[in-house]
């Protein structure tokens, strides 16, 4: 079956530094994968969004890249700071693009110390 | 313009009683979901309206939950009778265009059961 792997420990880093979040899957040929921000009490929230063809995808501080091959994507913020401490979730989307019905990880949580 | 709301933000009942859960979509979208995440596992998919039709509704867990879209627009989710088992988090999303289009979803802010 399907099977999407976050690390489930919490990642502890430094204000200022990069911190670089996992998604592995398994039995899945995702159409594209999107990350979303889970703040505790609160629903997620959109932050990219990389299909299947594109290799890297970048917003302001953030950075995504997606290898089919080692099914694999990571998720960079650059210059963290304390206010990007949430939960990260991975999701992914295997039905060719036609339907929103996602599969998500179980997500990881950044916590930025300042 | 008004996010996905979500009502009751938090309900408590007993097992055996019944729960609806309403969504409002963002004006003008077509897709409404519902997702929901049980204690210590990841989010999972329920269902899927386009407009007032079920397009997909394969993560149902039985019949004892009950998804409506009448006209469209808002959305309920009852559950009749509740178990222990139903307590967790049930989050509505509604988007605009499906999949790469945007792909973007917008959640609501969850509805939290919890059932006694």
């Known amino acids: 079956s399907q099977k999407i792997e976050q690390n489930s420990e919490a990642l502890n880093i430094q204000e200022g530094k990069t911190a670089t979040l996992t998604c592995n899957y398994t039995n899945y040929s995702p159409a594209y994968l999107q990350w979303y921000r889970q703040d505790p009490g609160r629903g997620p929230v959109f932050l990219l969004l990389i299909r299947e063809n594109e290799k890297e995808k970048r917003k302001e501080r953030l950075k995504v890249t997606f290898d089919t091959t080692l099914k694999q994507s990571l998720f960079h913020i650059t210059a963290s700071q304390p206010a990007d401490s949430a939960t990260y979730l991975c999701a992914l989307e295997g039905y060719g693009g036609a339907t929103n019905k996602l599969i998500f990880g179980t997500g990881t949580l950044l916590a930025v110390q300042p | 313009e008004a996010g996905v709301t979500q009502f009751p933000s938090h309900s408590v009942i007993e097992k055996g009683q019944t729960v609806t859960l309403r969504c409002d979509p963002i004006s003008g979208h077509d897709n409404l979901y519902w997702y929901r995440r049980v204690m210590g596992k990841e989010i999972k998919f329920l269902l899927h309206f386009v407009k007032e039709s079920k397009q997909d509704e394969s993560g149902m867990p039985n019949n004892r939950f009950l998804a409506e879209r009448t006209g469209g627009t808002y959305s309920t989710l009852k559950v009749q009778p509740a178990e222990l088992e139903d307590s967790g988090v049930y989050f509505c999303?509604?988007?605009?265009?499906?999949?790469?289009?945007?792909?973007?979803?917008?959640f609501g802010e969850g509805s939290r059961l919890t059932v006694l």
């Open positions: 999303a509604s988007s605009q265009h499906l999949g790469t289009d945007t792909g973007e979803l917008f």
